[in-house]
């Protein structure tokens, strides 16, 4: 048996009731939500199940031969939605997978069907979602590769990187380092954009949460190019608020702070909820599987990144405040040098009269 999968995953920007969107799709739509089957529920701790939505399959020629894709969209609740093309072969061999894999490296001849099944997923459920919208040049994709048995003697580094080529030493190592097995009968292979998984009992549970750290990924780039977006912004405002009077400064400048602080909050809540999307507790070969799967897709330096935009936000407003605090103090000192003025000129008048 062979399988490969190919996921896609978008933000819509904004959270998602689920409860709600599964209310409201359920008469017209197949609907379930993603749960893990191989481990105790308290195991891998879920804060909200994405809900998962059944497509149309997708049928297409690859090199003159016939393909049949499954597809399967996943609608998470912090504004994420996954679309993966399935397909399952029982009777593949390895080889069978190369090819395949190959003929889809890198996903190609599969992007103006992702357009179309999330223009259609976008009108299933952008009548229950307020300001609903999705860039769809804006992505992260992930292949995953699936096999019944493990064998030792095959090369996965060429399938993984998508290229029939002599591979050197140092890629190989690099790529065959993030090796996990639970058994000796079962091993995952994880690269930057691809997986491979070898085990004589359905990974599943493996696959979801390969989806996950993908998922976690894209959200975690999404809102440091939000953060990027609002720095600029920032800095255009401060720059134009400068040119201002004092008085109008002044106000300026509470219009900035409070923006810079709605928007640290919010992303820093949202954050949260990325980070705590999932939490694999008790079962310490999928907390290893998770962990290494966040390794390899770089999850930390976004995750830094996104920390760093924020400290300097907040570095700004304690900055802003600073100034603002410090012309409200010379305003007070200007009247008070006023009044003491006015007090001595009404002394010396009234001394003349």
């Known amino acids: 048996m062979i399988s490969l999968r190919f996921y896609r995953i978008y933000d819509i920007g904004r959270e998602i009731d689920l409860d709600w969107l599964e209310k409201a799709l359920a008469q017209n739509y197949f609907t379930a939500r993603t749960s893990f089957v191989r481990v105790k529920q308290k195991s891998i701790m879920i804060e909200e199940p994405p809900l998962m939505i059944q497509m149309n399959p997708i049928r297409l020629e690859r090199d003159g031969k016939p393909f049949e894709f499954s597809v399967v969209a996943r609608v998470y609740g912090i504004g994420a939605i996954s679309i993966c093309f399935f397909m399952e072969k029982t009777d593949g061999q390895y080889a069978d997978l190369e090819e395949i894999g190959f003929l889809f490296a890198g996903q190609e001849g599969l992007g103006d069907f992702y357009v179309q099944y999330l223009k259609t997923l976008g009108e299933i ?24 048995h493990r064998d030792d003697t095959i090369d996965p580094v060429p399938l993984l990187l998508g290229e029939r080529a002599r591979i050197s030493p140092q890629i190989r190592e690099d790529v065959l380092k993030n090796s996990l097995s639970y058994s000796a ?7 930057w954009d691809s997986a491979l998984l070898c085990s004589p009992e359905s990974p599943t549970d493996i696959i979801d949460l390969i989806e996950f750290a993908n998922v976690q990924v894209l959200e975690l780039r999404y809102y440091d190019r939000e953060l990027t977006r609002e720095m600029e912004k920032m800095y255009d405002d401060i720059e134009h608020a400068d040119r201002l009077s004092q008085f109008r400064r002044s106000r300026q400048y509470h219009a900035i702070m409070a923006k810079q602080m709605e928007t640290s909050a919010e992303i820093s809540e949202i954050i949260e909820k990325v980070n705590n999307l999932i939490k694999v507790t008790e079962d310490v070969y999928y907390a290893r599987v998770y962990a290494v799967a966040l390794k390899v897709l770089r999850s930390g330096l976004w995750s830094e990144s996104v920390s760093r935009k924020i400290d300097v936000i907040r570095g700004n407003y304690s900055m802003l405040s600073d100034e603002v605090r410090i012309q409200h103090s010379n305003f007070l000192e200007w009247v008070i040098i006023v009044l003491i003025a006015l007090e001595f000129g009404l002394a010396i008048w009234q001394s003349i009269r």
């Open 125 to 148: 459920i952008r009548p229950h979602i307020r300001n609903f919208a999705i860039d769809p040049d804006f992505y992260e994709d992930y292949t995953v590769y699936v096999t019944d």
């Open 185 to 191: 009968d079962d091993i995952v292979v994880l690269s």
